[in-house]
């Protein structure tokens, strides 16, 4: 089996190393500049593919040179995860048994580019992994493979992105198997496209914490943004990152939203709109990470504050 794989996130490296044997070339999006210096910020795909000595081609889009020379591989499946890339028609009909795409969710629903976000934020209990026959629609391929897993307590995007994409290395080989077993794509399911839900594209206003809110659901943001935009509030007029919370508690003393009700070893309790929560993880503008109790430690007027307030 020749394989082009398409991928360009930490999600697509399992999945490659699993299929890495079969693999021909590896196709990843361009590294983006990062930082104030504007060096560029090479994406894990491609260290992957570099590490496992696997010819590369890198991206913006269909349109760049580089993307004429797939059909020269001669490939007879691609396997798409986490491309970031909507593939054209014209690349799709290259592989001589299709293209099949990695989906984590249980599509039809949350087409796009932030299921494993969205299904934390939602308080899903249930998420899942799908494989589909791609075609040129977002998210809209038959159905070749599908199964359910529970959404962990407690578990943030990065935690749940790992598992699923180890799950996916373990999936991807026997699928591949029963494609070169009949010579031909597996037909699949088509989806319930009346069932269809989709996900925006993650922007950085979706991480500010709006105190409002009740405790349960600011505490499934910090767990859906951790990674991108992660979720954030303003202390004294400075930008606060908040990696991790702890227990909500069912009430509060305070009376104001936003307010810092106390400080504990367990770390910064802080009213919301329903409940309270307890900040345990945290960044301060232009300061390093660090746990809230030792944050607070510096800090010792934090009870009475109000967070949010710019």
Same mark, same amino acid.
């Given at each position: 089996?020749?394989?082009?794989?398409?991928?360009?996130?930490?999600?697509?490296?399992?999945?490659?190393?699993?299929?890495?044997?079969?693999?021909?070339?590896?196709?990843?999006?361009?590294?983006?500049? $990062?930082?104030?210096?504007?060096?560029?910020?090479?994406?894990?795909?491609?260290? @992957?593919?570099?590490?496992?000595?696997?010819?590369?081609?890198?991206?913006?889009?269909?349109?760049?040179?580089?993307?004429?020379?797939?059909?020269?591989?001669?490939?007879?499946?691609?396997?798409?995860?986490?491309?970031?890339?909507?593939?054209?028609?014209?690349?799709?009909?290259?592989?001589? *048994?299709?293209?099949?795409?990695?989906?984590?969710?249980?599509?039809?629903? *949350?087409?796009?580019?932030?299921?494993?976000?969205? @299904?934390?934020?939602?308080?899903?209990?249930?998420?899942?992994?799908?494989?589909?026959?791609?075609?040129?629609?977002?998210?809209?391929?038959?159905?070749? *493979?599908?199964?359910?897993?529970?959404?962990?307590?407690?578990?943030?995007?990065?935690?749940?992105?790992?598992?699923?994409?180890?799950?996916?290395?373990?999936?991807?080989?026997?699928?591949?198997?029963?494609?070169?077993?009949?010579?031909?794509?597996?037909?699949?399911?088509?989806?319930?496209?009346?069932?269809?839900?989709?996900?925006?594209?993650?922007?950085?206003?979706?991480?500010?914490?709006?105190?409002?809110?009740?405790?349960?659901?600011?505490?499934?943001?910090?767990?859906?943004?951790?990674?991108?935009?992660?979720? *954030?509030?303003?202390?004294?007029?400075?930008?606060?990152?908040?990696?991790?919370?702890?227990?909500?508690?069912?009430?509060?003393?305070?009376?104001?939203?936003?307010?810092?009700? $106390?400080?504990?070893?367990?770390?910064?309790?802080?009213?919301?709109?329903?409940?309270?929560?307890?900040?345990?993880?945290?960044?301060?503008?232009?300061?390093?990470?660090?746990?809230?109790?030792?944050?607070?430690?510096?800090?010792?007027?934090?009870?009475?504050?109000?967070?949010?307030?710019?």
């Amino acid at each position: 089996m020749r394989i082009v794989f398409f991928g360009s996130s930490g999600f697509s490296v399992p999945a490659l190393k699993a299929v890495a044997d079969e693999t021909v070339c590896v196709v990843t999006r361009k590294a983006k500049p $990062k930082g104030r210096g504007l060096g560029l910020d090479d994406n894990e795909v491609k260290k @992957a593919a570099l590490d496992l000595n696997l010819p590369l081609l890198e991206i913006d889009s269909f349109r760049d040179p580089a993307a004429q020379d797939i059909p020269g591989w001669d490939p007879d499946l691609f396997v798409v995860a986490s491309f970031g890339l909507i593939v054209p028609k014209w690349v799709l009909d290259i592989p001589s *048994y299709g293209p099949i795409n990695v989906h984590p969710s249980l599509l039809p629903l *949350y087409r796009g580019p932030a299921p494993m976000q969205w @299904a934390i934020l939602s308080g899903d209990e249930m998420t899942g992994i799908t494989l589909i026959r791609m075609n040129e629609k977002m998210d809209e391929g038959d159905i070749v *493979y599908q199964e359910k897993t529970e959404i962990r307590e407690g578990e943030d995007f990065r935690d749940l992105s790992e598992r699923l994409a180890h799950r996916v290395a373990q999936i991807l080989p026997g699928i591949i198997d029963t494609v070169r077993t009949r010579e031909k794509m597996i037909e699949g399911e088509v989806q319930d496209h009346s069932c269809a839900t989709y996900t925006p594209v993650i922007n950085k206003e979706m991480g500010r914490i709006d105190w409002q809110e009740a405790a349960e659901k600011i505490g499934r943001q910090v767990r859906a943004f951790i990674s991108w935009p992660t979720a *954030y509030t303003f202390l004294d007029g400075k930008m606060l990152k908040i990696f991790e919370v702890g227990q909500v508690e069912v009430s509060g003393t305070a009376t104001v939203p936003g307010e810092i009700i $106390k400080v504990s070893r367990d770390g910064i309790h802080v009213n919301a709109g329903q409940g309270s929560l307890i900040i345990k993880d945290l960044q301060m503008e232009n300061k390093k990470r660090m746990k809230a109790y030792d944050f607070a430690q510096g800090r010792r007027d934090l009870p009475g504050k109000v967070l949010g307030r710019i």
